[in-house]
């Protein structure tokens, strides 16, 4: 399992999870067997995606997951390339699109997931964390992915949704699809 690594007041994946399930200490500890792997539990495997670079999540023979941090204000995130056969998924996270290493981490993808949270005239704390529409455009463009999917919806990006699609789509001349539940999306 991967997530970022602790900024500031927001701990590292393995200080949450130890936080969390530690036998002795952790708000959970009677689950603290995920841990070590006792008790017939599964082991957690954590991994800390530290700023700046590509980190290979879980490597197999017909699987591959990499995960990059994105900016999100102060809040440290972690976007993740899934590439299962010849098929390759990415998932932005929430971010505010300021990091260009990620439009390189998204290129080329079959599928790219974005969250669209806010809309364009979305200001201050909003906007440190989320990208607007014509961001999330300009990246998708950039990154040529052959589908891009809208998600994580909030109330002030439902307001007008069809003109924040009108601004990605004036940015990313591919497919655009509005993520729904249980949707089947194929590349």
């Not at 599964?42 to 995606?49: E, I, M, N, S």
């Not at 056969?85 to 390189?104: H, K, L, R």
């Not at 809208?150 to 993520?179: C, Q, T, W």
């Amino acid at each position: 399992m991967a997530g970022p690594g602790g900024d500031g007041q927001f701990p590292g994946l393995k200080r949450y999870l130890k936080a969390m399930f530690d036998r002795e200490e952790g708000a959970y500890g009677y689950l603290g067997s995920f841990l070590d792997g006792t008790d017939n539990k599964p082991r957690l495997v954590p991994r800390d995606v530290p700023r700046g670079e590509v980190t290979a999540a879980y490597r197999s023979d017909d699987l591959n997951i990499d995960a990059l941090r994105v900016p999100h204000g102060i809040v440290p995130t972690v976007a993740f390339r899934v590439t299962a056969g010849d098929t390759t998924w990415v998932f932005s996270s929430d971010q505010n699109g300021s990091d260009p290493a990620f439009t390189e981490f998204a290129a080329d993808a079959d599928v790219l997931v974005m969250h669209m949270v806010i809309p364009e005239d979305a200001e201050g704390v909003a906007r440190r964390l989320h990208a607007p529409p014509s961001v999330i455009g300009e990246i998708a463009g950039k990154a040529a992915p052959g589908k891009l999917v809208l998600s994580h919806f909030m109330a002030r990006s439902l307001r007008d949704l069809d003109g924040n699609v009108a601004l990605v789509k004036e940015r990313y001349p591919g497919e655009v699809l509005i993520a729904e539940d249980l949707a089947c999306v194929t590349p």
